[in-house]
Nanobody, 124 residues
């Protein structure tokens, strides 16, 4: 069992930056690929970014490519999402997730564990 806790959300103006962090409990963190998803009110949860177990491979949604960076520290059991050049359309609850699978993990069903989410609001 893996427990995930996100932090770092908040209110920011368009063009600003935020850094989200997710800390995982347990001893299996390095065995999981990790991902970030987001869900805006009235919309489905959507993939944002993922990172492989070693951190050597990352994937991004086209909507955030070039603006967001996912990273992880297996020694600290953390995965971060650096978000730059934020836009109002980035406003959503952001969720950290852990997967047992490997590869191109862009669907929520591929992830076994989820955090409670942290709210990001970008004002125009």
């Amino acid at each position: 069992q893996v427990q995930l806790v996100e932090s770092g959300g908040g209110l920011v103006q368009a063009g600003g930056s935020l850094r989200l962090s997710c800390v995982a409990s347990g001893r299996t963190f390095s065995m999981h690929a990790m991902g970030w998803f987001r869900q805006a009110p009235g919309k489905e949860r959507e993939f944002v970014a993922s990172i492989s177990r070693s951190g050597g491979t990352t994937y991004y949604a086209d909507s955030v490519k070039g603006r967001f960076t996912i990273s992880r520290d297996n020694a600290k059991n953390t995965v971060d999402l650096q978000m730059n050049s934020l836009k109002p359309e980035d406003t959503a609850a952001y969720y950290c997730a852990a997967a047992w699978s490997t590869g191109w993990l862009t669907r929520s069903v591929q992830y076994a564990y989820w955090g409670q989410g942290t709210q990001v609001t970008v004002s125009s």
